[in-house]
């Protein structure tokens, strides 16, 4: 057994996780290598969902039964989980949407509807990036459709970083936020906050950081990287899915108006007008994913039982020894930076003139789960030149083994397809 510095007690770990011990396929033991999708949940976090539906289950906030208070209680007591996890300065700082693609759609139809000093319109620009996740390209699409903003981007070198040659050009005095991705979902890249957010306060900018693939993967802390709203989902850290976090700074919160109207998020209501409660209420309108948030908090207290820090450095490990065993594979092309440095744990790569989703089907025949296609990131595909790429993302769960079955694997496709 392939023996690398840094790994984590991977079969300790794996124990905790019912579907690893799965059989596919006529017997091939499941090699889960979609974790940048989806990561599988610790029995942990399948014990909580399944005690608060048995237990808890009630509404939140406005009940004075037994019940309601602990349904409150618990989904608040997430809250503060989520608020410590990412050293958020307040909980109220902490807003619970669905999802992060429901986190970057609030904050920007709350600039589009903002007034003066944050509101987006036609005198005005947006800046995101060439390697963005849909999720972080259509809102702001949207957005600049609707306001007539310029919406601006920054290009991709070969090695698949961010080309910030021109950055001096690209966030001018007219730009009104800039929105990227913290690691890239299909090149793995890990970008450089602290330039990018340096020029985006010269000129007076707001900064919003996609972190999906970098909250479940190693130390987050929304202080540190200076941003003013930060975005990511529970389902890639443990968590159940139905659950994102959206955190914004306080002043921000309390100057921007509510995305969605409903209960819960209003002060006073009445045939005229309405009030709003303060934040993070206010942008949480109608009954909220509370059996999602109270898993999430289980998640947290999972991860952090382990430390996030060991488990950067366990994916470091993979990652390098992933990056170069997949080097040796004859024709194998990786779509992204090629070091372990400044990278996260998703590799994709094309395999010769064989389509992504050949590859894939092969490899699922095997007992291989990888991803293919373009992974909601199609400018990149563009940008290459390629129709899709396969993916193999790992985590903490992840052993060297899975990653030479993975090589050994994509040696069987070179074969099947000759």
């Not at 690398?4 to 991977?10: A, F, K, N, S, V």
């Not at 921000?252 to 934040?279: C, K, N, Q, R, W």
């Not at 898993?295 to 470091?316: F, R």
Request: charged share 20%; with cysteine; glycine share 8%.
């Amino acid at each position: 057994m392939t023996q690398l510095p840094g790994l984590l007690d991977t079969e300790a770990i794996r124990k905790d996780f019912p579907i690893l011990d799965r059989q596919v396929h006529d017997g091939h033991k499941l090699v889960y290598l979609d974790n940048a999708a989806t990561s599988q949940k610790p029995r942990q976090v399948l014990d909580a969902l399944s005690e608060y539906y048995e237990r808890y289950n009630a509404n939140v906030h406005r009940g004075v039964h037994v019940l309601a208070e602990e349904a409150t209680a618990l989904y608040e007591g997430a809250r503060d989980k989520v608020a410590e996890f990412i050293n958020a300065p307040s909980r109220d700082e902490v807003i619970f949407t669905k999802n992060a693609s429901e986190s970057l759609n609030l904050v920007a139809n709350m600039l589009g509807w903002a007034d003066d000093p944050y509101r987006v319109d036609h005198e005005t620009e947006i800046v995101i990036t060439e390697m963005e996740h849909h999720s972080n390209i259509v809102p702001w699409q949207l957005l600049a459709q609707r306001t007539g903003a310029k919406l601006r981007w920054f290009g991709l070198t070969d090695d698949g970083r961010l080309d910030l040659s021109n950055i001096d050009e690209v966030i001018t005095e007219k730009t009104k936020i800039v929105s990227f991705v913290l690691v890239s979902n299909i090149l793995g890249t890990q970008n450089p906050v602290e330039a990018i957010v340096r020029r985006a306060q010269e000129v007076g900018a707001l900064v919003c950081v996609d972190a999906s693939q970098a909250a479940p993967h190693m130390p987050l802390d929304v202080q540190a990287l200076q941003a003013d709203f930060v975005a990511f989902t529970g389902h890639k850290m443990c968590g159940p899915t139905g659950i994102g976090v959206l955190w914004g700074r306080q002043e921000l919160l309390e100057d921007l108006p509510p995305f969605l109207g409903g209960g819960e998020m209003i002060e006073t209501v009445s045939m005229h007008s309405s009030t709003y409660a303060p934040a993070p209420h206010k942008f949480e309108a109608g009954t909220p994913p509370i059996a999602q948030a109270v898993g999430l908090g289980a998640a947290i207290d999972y991860l952090n039982s382990i430390g996030m820090d060991k488990i950067l450095a366990h994916e470091h490990a993979l990652t390098e020894y992933a990056v170069g065993r997949l080097l040796e594979v004859p024709d194998l092309r990786i779509i992204g930076p090629t070091t372990a440095e400044e990278r996260g744990a998703a590799i994709s790569f094309t395999l010769g003139d064989i389509h992504p989703h050949d590859v894939g089907q092969v490899l699922d025949e095997q007992g291989i789960a990888v991803r293919v296609g373009h992974h909601c990131a199609r400018p990149v595909c563009l940008r290459y030149g390629i129709p899709a790429t396969t993916r193999a993302s790992f985590y903490l769960y992840s052993t060297p083994a899975e990653i030479d079955a993975l090589v050994d694997g994509l040696e069987h496709v070179r074969n099947f397809f000759g």
